[in-house]
């Protein structure tokens, strides 16, 4: 028999004599959201961040301002909080053991650790059967020497540490890769063949500690430099069949992971029609954000509820959605000063909604907020996020 799942009730006063309270890693957007899903439910919150302005410390109830690896951070985290999370899977696994000796931690410690390094990564997605990009792992100058010139042209990508882009270079042969892999200081690689991508799609699933499974449509991303531009549910783009295979592979990584909690499998879909999976993130990730919108539960409510133990609900999207990402960029449409974008418009335009993240400075490629519209067809959904994205100044082409 299984082992009882612990349920941790929403304003229940614990042994402790505080309220339930559901603790997070990370004071980034996505804590920010976690914050407020869990709040809404009825849980304190608390965060772990040691900047003083991060938005998700704006919003906790218990700001704890500390380092990952502070020691003291962690042992108030672990009394302040029944259950905790990360919103970020950088976090040092380490910070997520000495926080499960004592506490209830989602996702494990060793599942985030698999999605810290992408070559552990990728032999994961081979263990669960589910196809990625052909690659060679590069930690030394033997193994350098030793890569399949069929790889080629390709990218090569930091092992670990890599977000949007950033810790990848371009190479289209052995010398450039050779010069890349000194660029990127010689640090654990891995060479992946560039793919001709048709659409980029992704899916969220959720998991209890039951090992109850449920997931959310799949989403079709484009992304601008790398970085996250557009989401949109249903992904129109992409064939039904694509999606069903792309939906049954990311419930199978999560299966084989035996992971709790939020878990986003990205895809690619190729020219000759072949899906094979690009990387995961350990936590609600930003292309599942139109769920704050388009969806009877959000994926920061999931993740809520598989900290708690509570029943995970099958999600059921009612609005088609699309979302816009909004970077710093535009709030320098019109010169070096920074200046707020016309809100007041976009906001007049039916079915938007907007999130921003609280953050004090706006910077160029900072991820500020987002925009979700959502309508009663992908259609008029399409047409109100084209006219808000001319109103922003951002592209309007390529979606
Ligand atoms: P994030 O964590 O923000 O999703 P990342 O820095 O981990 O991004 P990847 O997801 O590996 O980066 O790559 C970013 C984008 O670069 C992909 O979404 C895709 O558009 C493009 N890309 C990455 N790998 C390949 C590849 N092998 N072939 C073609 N395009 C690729
Ligand atoms: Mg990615």
Known sequence: MAAPTAVLLPGAQTADGRPATLGVLGGGQLGRMFVHA??????????????PASPAGAVADLHIRADYLDEAGLAQLA?????ITTEFENVPAQALQTLAASRVVAPAAAAVAVCQDRAVEKAHFLKAGVECAPHAVITSEAELAAVDAALLPGILKTARMGYDGKGQVR?????????AWVQLQRVPCVLEQLLPLQAELSVIVARGADGGLVNFPAQQNLHRDGILAVT??????????????????????AQ??????????????LADGQLVVNEMAPRPHNSGHWTMNGCSVSQFELQARALAGLPLPEPRQHSASLMLNLLGDLWFRSGDAARTPPWDQVLALPG?????????????????????????????AHAVAVQAATLLGLPTGDF
Request: glycine share 6%.
């Open 79 to 83: 009394r302040e909080c029944d259950a």
């Open 352 to 380: 938007t909604h907007l999130h921003l993240y609280g953050k004090l400075e706006a910077r160029r490629g900072r991820k500020m907020g987002h925009l979700n519209v959502s309508a009663a067809t992908p259609e008029a």
């Open 171 to 179: 190479v289209r042969t052995a010398a450039e890769l050779a010069d």
């Open 256 to 269: 084989a992971l035996a992971y709790v909690g939020v878990l986003c499998v990205e895809f690619f879909w």
């Open 232 to 253: 949109e549910v249903p992904a129109r783009g992409i064939p039904a069949e694509v999606q069903t295979q792309a939906v049954a592979a990311a419930r199978q990584v």
């Open 38 to 51: 869990a709040q809404a439910l009825g849980y304190r919150c608390a965060v772990l961040d040691a900047d």
